[in-house]
């Protein structure tokens, strides 16, 4: 959640790494992904192009394998390229109940696509290393610039994708199957400060927007939950934000230690935030702040030390950045701006040919847990959200600074300021195409999936995450689906 990185969110939980950027560093204030999703958030970031443009509806539909990335490009410039970790930006991959939920949001149903989330203490109060998987991740990449870097003769670029701090889908059998966790240990649970904790209010149920019902339900989260759980999940979230900054610090270092720190840029960014109970919900997958505002945060030669750029930005402008950066010169169909004029603060016009930074940033989301597609326009001080063809589902419309918990929609009280940034928006997007678009796709794939199983195609449904819900009246969601189709 990009708001840890600043006042007043960076009360609540020990970030040194994330200072010490700060401190010698440039942190953006409103840096938003593309799509809070992880695959297509992460295809925008790897492509500089918006979502609609790169067609990445959902987490199993992403770039085509051989699209060319800003990477292949510096690669391609002399630069001496290297991956780790997580890239989740091509097509192909996540699981089937992820795919499956995705197409069939259209359905008319409920299904719950989630297991209840919980909190798990794990080891002992000097357990560092709870995500292992990372930390071997990041000995690589720590190995990799001690070992080779510093003794490169040309320029390097090192990607580090980690998966801390997604909750862990959890093994559990019976009526917790398929929960997700948040787990950490003693010794990062320590780093957190529970007086700062934020107890989020939550509408009644009835008060809900109707789609956010539907990402409530499907997210297993409209039961009864104790302020010490919601608290609980916080404070545990909050933790594995920290044990990331500790793997943040371990690439400072060895740069450090290297004496390749003083001439390295270091960015750090997320492909998208979490909810952790705010709005009755958790994981991402919403235009609400926790989901779709991520940590940017850029120091090394020529970076601005200690500012704050107020400035709305997104992932699709890393595209741009980098091969500013490297001095290749920008393909002229990107939907991303480079960032090295504002760190830099030059006059936009002076640096960019494509003429100054618009004053908006596009978010959209085609995925699961959301029953219809959606489209996120952060301008000023004002985020408007809408959905699918912008008629048949209510848009919302929220004030930032009077409201900054996004807890009262305004679209109704201001219709002139909504009316004007849908108009802005269809400027940018002919979004009820797009949806309509998006749900061809979903109809087409589900068809020929179904086809691929023949009769079985229920009892996979079944078996998937939902299956306690289609195991109670299967038949009546087939019905529904029938229906759809």
Same mark, same amino acid.
């Given at each position: 959640?990009?708001?840890?990185?600043?006042?007043?969110?960076?009360?609540?939980?020990?970030?040194p790494?994330?200072?010490?950027?700060?401190? =010698?560093g440039?942190?953006?204030?409103?840096?938003?992904?593309n799509?809070?999703?992880?695959?297509?958030?992460?295809?925008?970031?790897w492509?500089?192009l918006?979502?609609?443009?790169?067609?990445s509806?959902?987490?199993?539909?992403?770039?085509?394998?051989?699209?060319?990335t800003?990477m292949?490009?510096?690669?391609?410039?002399?630069y001496?390229?290297?991956?780790?970790?997580?890239?989740?930006?091509?097509s192909?991959?996540?699981?089937?109940?992820n795919? *499956?939920?995705?197409?069939?949001?259209?359905?008319?149903?409920?299904?719950?696509?989630?297991?209840r989330?919980m909190?798990?203490?794990?080891?002992?109060?000097?357990?560092?290393?709870?995500?292992?998987?990372?930390?071997?991740?990041?000995?690589?990449?720590?190995?990799?610039?001690? @070992?080779e870097?510093?003794?490169f003769?040309?320029?390097?670029?090192?990607?580090l994708?980690?998966?801390?701090?997604?909750?862990?889908?959890?093994?559990?059998?019976?009526e917790n199957?398929?929960?997700?966790?948040?787990l950490?240990?003693p010794?990062?649970?320590?780093? *957190?400060?529970?007086?700062?904790?934020?107890?989020?209010?939550w509408p009644?149920?009835?008060?809900m927007?109707?789609?956010?019902?539907?990402?409530?339900?499907?997210?297993?989260?409209?039961?009864?939950?104790?302020?010490?759980?919601?608290?609980?999940i916080?404070?545990?979230?909050?933790?594995?934000?920290?044990?990331?900054?500790?793997?943040?610090g371990?690439?400072?270092?060895?740069?450090r230690?290297?004496?390749?720190?003083?001439?390295?840029?270091?960015?750090?960014?997320?492909? =998208?935030?979490?909810?952790?109970?705010e709005?009755?919900?958790?994981?991402?997958?919403?235009?609400?702040?926790g989901s779709? =505002?991520?940590?940017?945060?850029?120091?090394?030669?020529?970076?601005?030390?200690?500012?704050?750029?107020?400035?709305v930005?997104?992932?699709v402008?890393?595209?741009?950045?980098?091969?500013?950066?490297?001095?290749?010169?920008?393909?002229?169909?990107?939907?991303?701006?480079?960032?090295i004029?504002?760190?830099?603060?030059?006059s936009?016009? @002076?640096?960019?040919?494509?003429?100054?930074?618009?004053?908006?940033?596009l978010?959209?989301?085609?995925?699961?847990?959301?029953?219809?597609?959606v489209?996120?326009?952060?301008?000023?001080?004002?985020?408007?959200?809408?959905?699918?063809?912008?008629?048949? *589902?209510l848009?919302?419309?929220?004030?930032?600074t009077?409201?900054?918990?996004?807890?009262t929609?305004?679209?109704i009280?201001?219709?002139?300021?909504?009316?004007?940034l849908?108009?802005?928006?269809?400027?940018?997007?002919?979004?009820?195409k797009?949806?309509?678009?998006v749900?061809?796709?979903n109809?087409?794939?589900?068809?020929?999936?179904?086809?691929?199983?023949?009769?079985?195609?229920?009892? *996979?449904?079944?078996n998937?995450?939902? =299956?306690?819900?289609?195991l109670?009246?299967?038949?009546?969601y087939?019905?529904?689906?029938?229906?759809?189709?």
């Amino acid at each position: 959640d990009g708001r840890l990185t600043f006042f007043p969110g960076n009360q609540t939980v020990d970030l040194p790494s994330i200072n010490f950027m700060k401190r =010698h560093g440039t942190v953006f204030l409103n840096a938003y992904t593309n799509s809070p999703i992880c695959c297509p958030s992460r295809a925008a970031m790897w492509s500089g192009l918006f979502t609609h443009l790169t067609e990445s509806w959902n987490n199993f539909k992403g770039l085509d394998p051989d699209y060319v990335t800003w990477m292949d490009l510096m690669e391609k410039h002399g630069y001496r390229a290297q991956k780790f970790g997580k890239l989740d930006f091509t097509s192909g991959h996540h699981s089937v109940s992820n795919r *499956v939920e995705a197409w069939t949001r259209d359905v008319n149903f409920l299904l719950r696509q989630e297991g209840r989330p919980m909190v798990k203490l794990t080891g002992h109060r000097k357990q560092f290393r709870v995500m292992e998987k990372d930390w071997q991740t990041t000995d690589k990449a720590v190995n990799w610039i001690k @070992e080779e870097a510093v003794n490169f003769t040309q320029p390097f670029v090192l990607y580090l994708g980690l998966n801390l701090p997604h909750p862990y889908p959890s093994p559990y059998a019976g009526e917790n199957f398929g929960s997700s966790t948040f787990l950490t240990s003693p010794y990062w649970l320590k780093k *957190v400060n529970y007086e700062a904790i934020k107890i989020p209010k939550w509408p009644s149920l009835s008060e809900m927007h109707p789609v956010d019902y539907y990402s409530s339900y499907t997210k297993n989260c409209t039961g009864e939950f104790t302020k010490e759980e919601v608290r609980n999940i916080r404070a545990f979230y909050y933790a594995m934000c920290a044990e990331t900054d500790a793997m943040l610090g371990e690439i400072i270092s060895a740069l450090r230690d290297t004496g390749l720190l003083g001439k390295t840029i270091i960015i750090f960014t997320a492909d =998208h935030g979490e909810l952790a109970m705010e709005h009755r919900q958790f994981y991402k997958m919403s235009m609400y702040e926790g989901s779709s =505002h991520v940590p940017l945060l850029v120091m090394g030669p020529g970076v601005r030390e200690q500012q704050q750029i107020p400035n709305v930005v997104s992932l699709v402008d890393i595209y741009p950045t980098m091969l500013d950066i490297a001095r290749i010169p920008l393909p002229q169909n990107l939907s991303g701006y480079s960032l090295i004029p504002l760190l830099h603060e030059k006059s936009e016009n @002076e640096a960019s040919p494509r003429g100054p930074r618009p004053s908006w940033v596009l978010s959209e989301f085609h995925g699961c847990n959301v029953n219809s597609s959606v489209y996120m326009l952060r301008t000023g001080k004002w985020k408007y959200i809408t959905y699918s063809d912008g008629s048949s *589902v209510l848009p919302q419309l929220f004030d930032l600074t009077a409201d900054p918990d996004e807890l009262t929609n305004v679209a109704i009280k201001f219709p002139v300021t909504a009316y004007s940034l849908d108009k802005m928006l269809h400027s940018i997007v002919n979004y009820p195409k797009v949806s309509s678009s998006v749900q061809e796709y979903n109809k087409q794939q589900f068809i020929s999936w179904k086809q691929s199983l023949g009769q079985n195609y229920s009892n *996979v449904i079944a078996n998937l995450r939902w =299956h306690q819900d289609w195991l109670k009246d299967r038949k009546k969601y087939e019905n529904a689906i029938d229906k759809w189709l």
